[in-house]
């Protein structure tokens, strides 16, 4: 099956500054790609996704890059705000709306 | 996302007790899952189903049962409720179409298992 990996498993970053998630996956049959981003307490909700047939993919001050050869893919949040504080998850999937194999997550801490 | 509705929002219970937790959506998804997450920890997935008469175990079901009552509604059940039960329950749905749809979760269930 499925393996995720994401690093790193916590990240501090200054109030302004970028910062680069990744995560790489095993099956290369999979084609889909979300991030969540985890509020303390809240739902997981999806940011930013990626299909195959792209190779980035940007949201005002996200993007998501994708390495079909390498199988990574990285979330990269630019203009980093304290809002931005929150635990981000990374998954893998066949297709869209199939299950998801998630990465282990990464507590982002902005520092005002 | 108001879509998908989770009840109780919160719940103790005691060692032994047999509690169900709810999940309803109004996407009209076909699919629905259930995950736990322990604290400062990832989503393990414990059931999925992709229709009304599909249920499939995930990575951790034992203790754990399901029922999928209409395309709306998931349900699972802790048959007899034991402490490291206590986490966060989230249910999702997902949509199988031509483009397909990623997950969506609901708002989580808080169980305490005493």
């Known amino acids: 099956g499925e393996n995720v990996e994401q690093h790193p498993s916590t990240l501090s970053v200054q109030e302004g500054d970028s910062a680069v998630i990744k995560c790489t996956y095993s099956?290369?049959?999979?084609?889909?790609f979300p991030w969540y981003k985890q509020e303390l307490g809240k739902r997981p909700q999806l940011i930013i996704d990626i299909r195959s047939n792209v190779g980035e993919k940007k949201d005002q001050r996200i993007a998501v890059t994708l390495n079909k050869t390498a199988k990574h893919f990285s979330l990269h949040i630019t203009e980093t705000q304290p809002e931005d504080s929150a635990v981000y998850f990374c998954a893998a999937s066949l297709y869209a709306g199939n299950m998801l194999t998630f990465g282990g997550g990464t507590r982002l801490m902005v520092k005002p | 996302d108001a879509d998908v509705t989770q009840t109780p929002r919160n719940r103790i219970t005691k060692t032994g007790k047999r509690i169900m937790l709810e999940c309803s959506q109004t996407k009209g998804h076909d699919r629905m899952y259930w995950y736990r997450q322990d604290p400062g920890l990832g989503l393990q997935l414990i059931y999925y189903s992709f229709d009304v008469k599909d249920i499939n175990k995930g990575e951790i079901s034992d203790g754990y049962s399901v029922s999928r009552q209409a395309q709306a509604k998931f349900s699972l059940s802790l048959e007899s409720a034991i402490p490291n039960q206590t986490a966060l329950y989230f249910c999702?749905?997902?949509?199988?179409?031509?483009?397909?749809?990623?997950?969506?979760f609901g708002p989580g269930t808080r169980l305490t298992v005493l």
């Open positions: 999702a749905t997902s949509d199988f179409g031509l483009a397909g749809d990623t997950q969506y």
């Open positions: 099956d290369s049959a999979s084609n889909y």
